[in-house]
């Protein structure tokens, strides 16, 4: 029996024989056919439903005149997001907001939920913020066809040259379009590596003193932590916000 958190055994007792037959159909098999779900995931899904379940009681709570201090929270980070979009996006910026702002909490949970006894970081293991990558990736290619629709892909062939001979406008596509391809999943990496380093490294360094020092200094560690945790959930919904807007703007 591999070693795996308290929560992931109990996933893997409940659904490990499901999920390894779900897998078999897609010609995957993992290692331990009995305890196929690993603890990244399985704190992925306890981070799911712990938000579910702030996201359902906020929603019955709702209230104008009396709203509850988990309903100020969730206001307060809703508009935040909206005015970092809104700066960078511009008008219309609205639409984008829910998108924004559960990348933001999603990966603030996943990052924090590491601090508690029994628990890690499923962002500190390079698949999770490959993941959320992947999500952000498709997001604001899927925003510029809406937006642009096929004259979306225009923007891979280099800015538009008024008077240009067609087949000098003809080279500069040929060079740009490598140069574009490579920059968006370039993207892709930034986005995992920036994530993923940190949070690991922060991991690593507040367990390596928690296990030295066990009283006073690994806190100044664990505030610390904390600070990257939350700025790296910014910073990842930062970038984000910034691929939507270039892939929605009107020069596009």
């Not at 890690?120 to 992947?134: K, M, N, Q, R």
């Not at 574009?180 to 360094?205: C, K, M, P, Q, Y």
């Amino acid at each position: 029996m591999p070693e795996q958190l308290w929560f992931t055994e109990i996933l893997n007792r409940l659904f490990g024989h499901a999920v390894t037959a779900f897998l078999g159909m897609l010609h995957i098999y993992p290692k331990h056919p009995d305890y196929p779900i690993r603890d990244s995931f399985a704190m992925e899904v306890l981070a799911f439903i712990f938000l579910l379940a702030i996201f359902l009681m906020v929603r019955s709570r709702l209230s104008v005149d009396k709203p509850s201090a988990l309903q100020h929270a969730l206001e307060g980070i809703e508009g935040f997001v909206l005015g970092q979009s809104h700066e960078i996006i511009g008008q219309h910026s609205e639409q984008y907001t829910a998108f924004f702002a559960i990348v933001f909490i999603f990966i603030l949970i996943c990052n924090l939920i590491g601090l508690i006894p029994g628990f890690e970081s499923p962002t500190g293991v390079a698949p999770v913020p490959l993941g959320c990558a992947i999500c952000a990736f498709l997001y604001y290619h899927t925003q510029g066809f809406k937006h642009a629709g096929p004259k979306y892909l225009l923007h891979f062939f280099g800015p538009p040259m008024e008077g240009m001979p067609l087949v000098a406008r003809i080279l500069l596509a040929m060079l740009m379009l490598p140069i574009e391809l490579v920059s968006h999943f370039a993207r892709l990496l930034s986005l995992t590596v920036r994530l993923w380093a940190n949070i690991f490294a922060g991991d690593l360094i507040t367990l390596v003193f928690f296990s030295m020092i066990p009283i006073g200094i690994p806190i100044i560690f664990l505030g610390l932590h904390i600070v990257v945790a939350v700025l790296q959930a910014y910073v990842f919904m930062l970038l984000s916000i910034i691929y939507v807007s270039g892939a929605v703007a009107e020069e596009h």
